[in-house]
């Protein structure tokens, strides 16, 4: 996932809803730290402070963030669990459509995306190439951003039909690289950029390359792009709990497909709170 910086799509094809709030934000940290935007890419530097970065809005419930993470993973499984070889991507997007609006997640930050075969090297704004049909040895990964209450909502997860050994090692790296970074992040309070420079390394270790396209971002009530709209990668701090999302995209190094995850960066005693009913 990526960022759409005003009115957020809804997956089902309306509109998001405009929640505007005033911002609340702290002020025991003020410090300034350098950051980078998506937008400007690598090259360009903007100076902000960690609290305008990592702000809230005043109805900001870490509680409710938690929830929506749990609806928005456990409506990923029940997704996949429906994807067939045979499917076509806008087969998948349908039948997520109709997966979210049964749960009640109507309203999106981000649009619904399904990836399949070489589709799986795409970046978040790239176009899939048509006519992509999941094949009986195969791979694919579900993205969704619903909102709920006025919450964001955000998680990938790659799966794989069939017994490709390196599709299936694929699944498996790409959570492996994701909870190692983590890991990186709970026990040794890496930066951002820190964190994505371990998981290029150990991506590489793993016989696989990391997309630098997709390197993080804010999750927070919506909008989160009205608090910061750059990424995580370009953060010279420790992010807070409960504000960033990390992903984790990689590619095979001769193949063409990739397998993407994404997650909230949460403490451990919040993630068994807030397992999903299903997958995990
Ligand atoms: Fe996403």
């Known amino acids: 996932m990526a960022k759409i910086p005003a009115g957020a799509t809804d997956p089902v094809g309306g509109r998001g809803q405009d929640l505007n709030r005033p911002l609340v934000r702290s002020s025991h940290r003020t410090r300034m730290v350098e950051v980078r ?41 029940d997704i996949a669990a429906q994807i067939v070889p045979g499917m076509t991507e806008p087969e998948a997007r349908a039948l997520a459509a109709a997966v979210l609006r049964d749960r009640g997640l109507r ?12 589709n799986t090297t795409k970046n978040f704004e790239d176009p899939s190439d048509p006519g992509v049909i999941l094949g009986a040895n195969d791979i694919f990964f579900v993205d969704i951003g619903p909102i709920y209450q006025g919450c964001e909502g955000d998680a990938a997860v790659t799966f794989s039909t069939g017994d490709d050994p390196e599709m299936i090692k694929a699944v498996t790296d790409v959570r492996a690289i994701w909870d190692a970074t983590r890991r990186r992040w709970l026990d040794d309070g890496l930066t951002g950029t820190a964190l994505y420079e371990y998981a290029a390394a150990t991506s590489e270790a793993r016989g696989w390359k990391l997309d630098l396209e997709l390197t993080g971002h804010r999750l927070s009530e919506f909008p989160h792009s009205a608090h910061f709209d750059g990424t995580l990668d370009g953060t010279d701090f420790r992010p807070t709990d409960l504000r960033w999302i990390l992903e984790i995209q990689i590619r095979h190094p001769r193949r063409n497909f990739g397998a993407f995850h994404e997650d909230l960066l949460i403490e451990d005693d919040e993630v068994q709170s807030a397992l999903p009913s299903g997958g995990d």
């Open 37 to 77: 935007t998506r937008r400007k890419a690598l090259t360009v530097s903007n100076f902000a402070s960690q609290d305008q970065v990592e702000a809230v809005g005043a109805d900001f419930r870490p509680d409710l963030l938690l929830n929506v993470r749990a609806r928005t993973r456990a409506a990923v499984y």
């Open 107 to 118: 309203k999106g930050w981000h649009k619904i995306l399904v990836r399949f075969g070489p």
